[in-house]
């Protein structure tokens, strides 16, 4: 039989959301919890606020009435830190302030015994420097749960300096044993969820400056084209624009201001107006009054038309939906090639945007010229997102948009922006999941099931590089740092090496 993976009870120390969240989580799992928190009537609302939902749950014919009082029966109220003396873990959810937790954890390795493990449910605070004050910093790790604890799948845990191996072991294993996904990192600035998801954000808050398109439209190409649960503004304002702002801030200072976390200072607006998305009322979107938000610009599908000639050039090995969409209902041929894809809608190129523009493209190729975005799978995707060339006349640029409209696709068509939406956000995830693999901070492995379980993403990111090319998100980088002239976008070393690695390989042997 197993040794248990620790003795006593376990201790969550702070009764907030999180805190009650990982309560409940421990409890349903058949262990006695013990929460603490420095407002004792703070506990109490949170244990009573815990019951009368899951006595809903029951009463809604969603929860077992004896599941929910066993649950409930697990968790007692600990007056002082002292009634911790017991306990063989103890998960602390308290204010994010270093100071605070270092304090915390002082005073529990004076109470506890020596074998007791201690975990941070940080989000971005060092783990090195919360247990550089404990006598014995290798039983201190990370165990970042995401919002709400009891459903989100994920679980960073996360070795300070001199967390030891068996602290890990022992986390990850009872993060299983509660049907959790956990993933292993380094104490890094923002784990690895909130460092790379920052560009995300970053790209669409970079496109609302610059005037590409409103709000709705921005959020559309990223949820309805690219595949992402939700836009990364509505996530903004669910999140809390002062939250998220907060979380780019520190990432941002963590890393010496380098350049690809800066904040932006059209959310920093919105923090400094108030406007904190759904708690406030207001964010980029009305919540007050939601008749005033701005409708996404589509131009929608259209019925059966005479379609125009379409032929298909090169190896679409990495675009197979979108080839197969368009042999099945265009009649496209194929042209087989070992150059990248594209497409010839009669006489206008129709292909990926690799960070040029497509007035630019127009220019090199000298024919009208329309671009499209990624999409996690064009197939599923109700929407398609398409930038047009200037030179390019109207019905060329037409002639196109009917085509996507005819296979029943929606479409926005951007102002002719460089790397479009989706395809420069994947390349800047993609980038930075690249940097946390190389310098050693995740696996490959734990860096995807971290943006898969933790934020919801379609596909993970070194996933869909592999499946792209490494040479596409290389090229597309490489357009954008040429633009913008800003470090933000430079390529990371392990990307130009995958993409020189890879370029011999047999078409779709990316990995």
């Not at 300096?161 to 956990?182: E, I, S, V």
């Not at 559309?220 to 999140?239: K, N, V």
């Not at 190729?365 to 006349?393: E, K």
Request: hydrophobic share 45%; net charge neutral; with cysteine.
């Amino acid at each position: 039989m197993n040794a248990p993976l620790f003795h006593g009870s376990l201790a969550v120390i702070g009764a907030g959301t999180m805190g009650i969240g990982i309560a409940q989580l421990a409890a349903a799992a058949g262990h006695p919890v013990k929460l603490f928190d420095i407002s004792q009537p703070a506990a109490v609302r949170a244990l009573e606020t815990l019951g009368q939902r899951l006595r809903r749950r029951v009463e809604a014919g969603k929860a077992q009435r004896d599941d929910a009082e066993r649950l409930l029966a697990n968790i007692s109220i600990a007056a002082s830190l002292e009634q911790l003396a017991d306990c063989g873990l103890v998960i602390e959810a308290v204010a994010e302030k270093r100071e605070i937790k270092q304090s915390l954890f002082r005073d529990l390795e004076a109470i506890c015994a020596h074998d007791t493990l201690f975990a941070s449910n940080t989000s971005s605070l060092s783990i090195t420097a919360i247990a550089s004050v404990l006598r014995h910093p290798q039983r201190m790790a990370g165990m970042h749960f995401f919002n709400p604890a009891p459903l989100m799948k994920l679980v960073e845990i996360v070795a300070g300096l001199d967390t030891d191996a068996t602290t890990l072991r022992r986390l990850d294993a009872l993060a299983r044993l509660w049907g959790k996904q956990p993933v292993q990192c380094r104490s890094t600035p923002g784990f690895i969820v909130n460092r790379v998801a920052r560009p995300f954000y970053a790209e669409t808050l970079r496109a609302l400056e610059e005037q590409i398109a409103d709000v709705a439209t921005l959020d559309a190409a990223m949820r309805d084209a690219g595949g992402f649960a939700m836009g990364p503004l509505q996530l903004t304002d669910l999140i809390g624009q002062d939250v998220n702002f907060a979380v780019t801030q520190s990432v941002f200072q963590a890393f010496f201001h380098d350049d690809r976390f800066r904040p932006s200072l059209l959310q920093q607006e919105r923090v400094s107006a108030g406007h904190l998305g759904r708690k406030s009322g207001r964010g980029f979107y009305r919540y007050d009054d939601e008749s005033l938000n701005p409708a996404a610009r589509y131009a929608e599908p259209v019925g059966a038309a005479s379609l125009p000639r379409v032929t298909l050039h090169g190896d679409w090995t990495s675009l197979p939906e979108l080839a197969a969409l368009l042999q099945e209902n265009a009649g496209a041929v194929k042209q087989p090639g070992q150059t990248s894809p594209f497409a010839t809608v009669d006489e206008v190129t129709f292909m990926l945007t690799n960070g040029k523009t497509a007035s630019q493209m127009a220019q090199q190729l000298g024919t009208p010229v329309v671009l499209f975005d990624l999409s996690a799978n064009y197939r599923r995707a109700p929407t398609l997102v398409l930038a047009c060339a200037s030179q390019n006349r109207p019905q060329d640029s037409a002639k196109v948009i009917h085509l996507l409209q005819t296979l029943g696709k929606r479409v926005i068509e951007l102002p002719d922006y460089p790397g479009l939406l989706v395809m420069r956000t994947v390349a800047m995830l993609v980038n930075e999941a690249l940097d946390v693999v190389n310098k050693g901070v995740a696996s490959a492995a734990d860096t995807d099931n971290a943006m898969l379980f933790g934020v919801n993403y379609p596909r993970g990111p070194l996933a869909w590089g592999a499946a792209l090319g490494w040479s596409q998100i290389l090229t597309t980088l490489e357009n954008l740092h040429r633009c913008y002239l800003e470090p933000r976008y430079r390529p990371m070393p392990l990307l130009r090496h995958r993409a020189t690695q890879y370029a011999a390989l047999p078409s779709g042997e990316h990995r």
